[in-house]
């Protein structure tokens, strides 16, 4: 299972086109801040201009990236083959390939949480502790957040084998719907009510508030454990029910036989 685990850690990180876009979304990040720099620049201004970086590119870019850095050539196939090569389960593969995910996850909001913590003073804007330790906290909800989603965009990965599936409805969790309630729509209203316990970042953004307030909600907690958990059982469910396929050209056994690399740094 560690082995597992490791293969699949290393062979998304060392992708160039990981290394490549995760950095090119801190360099961004650097490029919003001082675009927005204007003549009246505060710790407001600062924080309003991050935040909103975190909110509508940052939070899409992470997972986006994770998962198409993941994905690889016959996706189902080389899975299939690389559990077997290891001799471990099927569920395995499915459970290594989200902790995984979920370490890179952590790391990059933990990289974007340094980006902060220096692009600040960097800039002239001289945060508040208080104010420094409420970022954090939303950072932290939003990792939570992109984790919930990501173990959503597993099962559609190992459903459809395609990476533009999955990345559309990560988007959709992470960003399109909690914008619509931040722009437009009414967060007393009944769809907000019950998005909040099914759309990670609309968990993410209420349990913030209610932090903040220093009111927490269970229902916030139970409702992230159900958001990673259920994606996840369905997605065991799925791969188990996928079989090897001959490759095409192949008849019988053959197609099955044949080794089909699966090399953590294969690109």
């Known amino acids: 299972m560690s082995e ?3 293969e699949e850690l290393l062979g998304t990180v060392r992708k ?3 290394i490549i876009l995760i950095a090119l979304a801190y360099i961004s990040a650097v490029i919003f801040v001082f675009y927005r ?3 009246f620049w505060t710790d407001l201004t600062y924080l309003s201009a991050i935040d909103g970086y975190l909110f509508y590119v940052f ?3 992470a997972g986006s990236i994770l998962i198409l850095s993941a994905y690889r050539k016959k996706y189902t196939r080389n899975s299939i083959l690389q559990i077997e090569e290891k001799g471990a389960k099927r569920y395995e593969g499915v459970l290594s390939r989200f902790i995984s995910g979920s370490v ?11 980006v902060f913590l220096i692009l600040g003073p960097v800039s002239g804007a001289h945060n508040t502790p208080e104010q420094i330790g409420f970022f954090i906290l939303k950072i932290a909800l939003s990792c939570l957040a992109s984790i919930a989603a ?9 459903l459809f084998a395609f990476p533009i599936v999955p990345i559309l409805g990560y988007v959709i969790s992470m960003m399109l719907v909690p914008a619509a309630f931040k722009d437009y729509l009414v967060y007393d209203s009944v769809a907000y009510a019950v998005l909040t316990y099914i759309i990670p970042k609309v968990t993410a953004d209420d349990a913030y508030t209610h932090l903040v307030l220093a009111d927490p909600k269970v229902l916030n907690a139970v409702s992230f454990m159900l958001e990673i958990a259920v994606p996840f059982l369905l997605t065991v469910l799925v791969f ?3 079989k090897l396929k001959p490759l095409k050209g192949e008849k019988g056994s053959e197609g099955v036989s044949e080794t089909v690399s699966v090399a953590a740094g294969e690109k």
Do not use: E
């Open 16 to 18: 160039k086109r990981f």
């Open 37 to 39: 720099k204007g003549d």
């Open 4 to 6: 597992l685990i490791k």
């Open 59 to 61: 939070n899409v870019l």
């Open 240 to 242: 188990n029910l996928k």
């Open 150 to 158: 990501y173990s959503a965009a597993l099962f559609w990965l190992y």
């Open 104 to 114: 890179i996850l952590i790391g990059c909001y933990l990289v974007f949480a340094v």
